[in-house]
């Protein structure tokens, strides 16, 4: 089992930053790929970014590539989400996701979640 924990969400405005933690227990957090998904108000979850288990081939969905940024710091069990020019299609519940094998894209192929954290985004 991997527990995960978001934080770090909040309310900024067009143009700001905002930087999301997720912190894994339970498992070697290095065998599992990481990545991060939101679902906005009345819409499926969408997949934003995955990390494999090396940190390397991330992918990032088209809408923000070139402004969010994941990580890993393998020493404190923690997958990190820098977010910039953030825009307000960027506003929703964030939510941290791992699985051993590569689940790409597909939240159905995620077997661990958070539960989330709440990014608003005002203009």
């Known amino acids: 089992q991997v527990q995960l924990l978001e934080s770090g969400g909040g309310l900024v405005q067009v143009g700001d930053s905002l930087r999301l933690f997720c912190v894994a227990s339970g498992r070697t957090f290095s065998n599992y790929a990481m990545a991060w998904f939101r679902q906005a108000p009345g819409k499926e979850r969408e997949f934003v970014v995955i990390s494999p288990w090396n940190g390397q081939n991330i992918y990032y969905t088209d809408s923000v590539k070139g402004r969010f940024t994941i990580s890993r710091d393998y020493a404190k069990n923690t997958v990190y989400l820098q977010m910039r020019s953030l825009k307000s299609e960027d506003t929703a519940v964030y939510y941290c996701?791992?699985?051993?094998?590569?689940?790409?894209?597909?939240?159905?192929?995620?077997?661990?979640w958070g539960q989330g954290t709440q990014v608003t985004v005002s203009s």
């Open positions: 996701a791992a699985d051993e094998s590569y689940a790409g894209s597909r939240p159905e192929g995620y077997d661990y």
